[in-house]
Nanobody
Framework: QVLLDESGGGLVQAGGSLRLSCLASGRRISVYAMAWFRQAPGEEREFVAGISGKGGLTYYTDSVKGRFIISRDNAENTVYLQMNSLKPEDTAVYYC?????????????????????WGQGTQVTVSS
């Protein structure tokens, strides 16, 4: 069983920055793909950024490229999402997910069903 605990959300003005953290417990994350998704009210949960289980490959949805950075600290068993130049349309609940089906996966899965375990989410609100 893997437990994921997101933190770092909050209220920020447009143009500001936040760093989200996802602390995993119950399993070492170093060999698994992990990702951040977000869900705005009335919308589907959508992929934001992911990092592969092997090689550190990263992938971003087009709307956040150049603004967000996903990284992992295997020693801390934590994945981060650095969010810069935030926009009101980034407002959503952000969720961390982990794909424990495959070891050392070299690509970044982008489907919601690719990730078996999720955190409870952290709210990000960007004011204009």
């Amino acid at each position: 069983q893997v437990l994921l605990d997101e933190s770092g959300g909050g209220l920020v003005q447009a143009g500001g920055s936040l760093r989200l953290s996802c602390l995993a417990s119950g399993r070492r994350i170093s060999v698994y793909a992990m990702a951040w998704f977000r869900q705005a009210p009335g919308e589907e949960r959508e992929f934001v950024a992911g990092i592969s289980g092997k090689g550190g490959l990263t992938y971003y949805t087009d709307s956040v490229k150049g603004r967000f950075i996903i990284s992992r600290d295997n020693a801390e068993n934590t994945v981060y999402l650095q969010m810069n130049s935030l926009k009101p349309e980034d407002t959503a609940v952000y969720y961390c997910g982990i794909d424990t089906t495959y070891y050392n996966r070299e690509d970044v899965p982008r489907g919601r069903n690719d990730y078996e375990h999720w955190g409870q989410g952290t709210q990000v609100t960007v004011s204009s």
